[in-house]
């Protein structure tokens, strides 16, 4: 299923906007329709956190030699929240368009929809012959 995503999502002749509330990490990020898919707007919430793995995980392969500690991997996981996983820094290379306030998360969604309610793309016969046919599971 996901390997279909992953094909049908960016051949989409619909708007594709995505918003990230918590947590979208590594493969995740890419899978929900990245800005490296091609999706038309990615938004994210100030408490989103955008990187490759969360900061415990991060913190215990970089600092393994910390592990006995809990203060200092405590302080190297804050240190990597505040460097790599916060939608800001993710914002500064593009990962994401913007970083907005969730109070105005329906009025974003909405002028962005408008925006894009006239997208055309061509879709191509040739790349529709190329889909892999979605089996359901039994």
């Known amino acids: 299923m996901v390997l279909n995503s992953l094909l049908l ?3 989409a002749t619909v708007p594709r906007i995505a918003l990230v509330l918590r947590k979208s990490y590594g493969g995740a990020y890419i899978v929900m329709d990245s800005k490296t898919i091609g999706n038309d707007a990615y938004l994210a919430w100030p408490t989103a956190e955008i990187a490759v793995m969360g900061a415990k995980g991060a913190t215990e392969i970089i600092h393994r030699a910390d ?8 302080a190297h996981a804050a240190e990597y929240e505040e460097r790599f996983a916060n939608p800001f820094v993710a914002a500064e290379r593009g990962f994401i368009d913007e970083v907005i306030d969730p109070k105005l998360t329906r009025r974003e969604l909405i002028d962005l929809l408008d925006l894009l309610s006239t997208k055309k793309e061509k879709k191509s016969s040739e ?3 190329q889909l892999a046919p979605i089996v359901k599971k039994a």
């Open 67 to 74: 592990l006995g500690d809990p203060d200092k991997i405590a």
């Open 127 to 129: 790349a529709s012959r």
């Open 9 to 11: 999502t960016p051949r």
